[in-house]
């Protein structure tokens, strides 16, 4: 089974939204943002999985940097590697469009998402997450 990441189309809503609700209980809206890519993997003519890249510059040091988000794999097609190549996938379009890192943040019970990271050669930084919700 090959697996092929494109660019999201409007057509793969549905499919990603069942992706986004199985692994994180959410469903997405219909945004548009020119600094948001979000991107699919297909195998077989079926959306399997999904994420996002947001784009970032670092103002200070005027850098590119790309922040993933909501990266998910259909249950049914875990274990296969095709977490591996959307993030292999990922890698290589920040590198080919400048891209000085990518960065992305975790659920802790989310292991498996953590050893693939860990396995692609991202570090597990020495920090916290601090958010505050704005009512």
Known sequence: ?????????????????RLLYETFNYK????KDNKSFEFVGVCDSKVVGY???????????NLKIYHLDYVC?????RGKGF????????????????ACRIECTSGNQRIAAHKLYLGLGFEKRDS?????VID
């Open 1 to 17: 089974m090959d697996l092929i990441v494109r660019k999201y189309l409007d057509d793969d809503y549905e499919d990603v939204n």
């Open 28 to 31: 997405k809206e219909k945004v």
């Open 51 to 61: 994420f996002i890249l947001n784009e970032m510059i670092d103002i200070v040091r």
């Open 73 to 77: 794999v259909d249950t049914n097609y």
């Open 83 to 98: 977490g591996k190549k959307m993030m292999e996938w990922a890698i290589n379009y920040a590198k080919d469009t400048g």
């Open 128 to 132: 916290s997450i601090f958010r505050k």
